[in-house]
């Protein structure tokens, strides 16, 4: 059953201001070289999980893919549990993030392609793939994967929320395109997330669900689209992207507002599009709403190069970086961002007045 809009605000009020990143450590160039047993790399991801609780990070939001499920269930549970400790080890919750509808349509096991020069995200891929999605068959076995994560980890107080399909309507316009499936994609994605919702429920999670969204016009539930109608009418918690300058940020966060619910801006920051840290963080703390930057460590993802190198591959470091906190060695791509970071998470307390643990944890060190 869905969640009252008090228990979704109790639960908040029991958070720290939740202030995080979307990981994906720098030797992956996606989800599948991230946790498959061949390129998993525990040592590269529990260190950079330390440069995240070094800001004052205190969650990560994660992605996950159906393959691996498919690939070996048990070892993949395995390897998410390791992350999740390192994670907990650094004062780090998960929010983890099942399908995505954003980039590569066809996703494979196995070696993945390497970077293409210059171009953001360009070995990224989507779950579950353009081929399952256009078998309504096919998808109704994914039922296993949701299920059983959510069970595996259903009380287990390091995952804090379960976030179902990023951008579930996506249809890749300026990198795949014709590749996709931009005739039927939302409405097959509209058919289909009733159902996602109903299979991660019936796992009884002790954590709120929710997906985001991350277009259009918000203004009422009238004019939300049949989809996004979903994701707000099914969330327990309210989550969104906004990568606009902060007038556009407030505005949204104010059409959320009307929804009683908390609030989790689940990707921001994109320096070329007005989106920094110095500009939106503040603003996201002022209203406690939970925050997580798209991008941490220059890596094979390569998102320090714009969505526009899809169009024109860059032959140099761009400037400024697109996304991304710190160079691959672990020094800031910029030292005030570092600083402003960790300022206004070193203040981040719960609404009830106690600080985080993380906070409480470096207190006592002094």
Known sequence: MKWSAKRARDWYAKQPWLVGCNFIPRTAIN???????????????????????????NTARIFLHDLL???????????????LAMAKKRGIGAMIVFFDSVWHPFPHLGPQREPEVGVHNSGWVQSPGVAVLRDEKAFDALKGYVTGVIKHFSDDPRVQVWDLWNEPDNVNS????????????????????????EWARSAKPTQPLTSGIWLGDWTSPNTLKPWESIQVEQSDVISFHCYGEPNDMERRIGYLRQYQRPLLCTEYMSRGTGSTFEAILPLLKQHRVGAYNWGFVEGRSQTIYPWDSWQTPYLHEPDPWFHDIFRNNGLPYKKEEVQLIKSLTAKAVPAKGKPSNHRRRSLAKR
Do not use: C, H
Not at 69 to 83: A, G, H, Y
């Open 31 to 57: 989800q599948l070289e991230m946790w498959q047993a061949e390129t998993f790399d525990p040592k590269g991801i529990d260190e950079e999980l330390s440069w995240a609780a070094g800001l004052g990070m």
């Open 69 to 83: 499920w498919t690939q070996d269930s048990k070892q993949f549970l395995n390897r998410i549990d390791r992350v």
């Open 174 to 197: 300026l990198s795949y395109g014709p590749r996709d499936i931009p005739q039927s994609k939302a409405d097959i994605v509209t058919k289909l997330l009733p159902r996602v919702f």
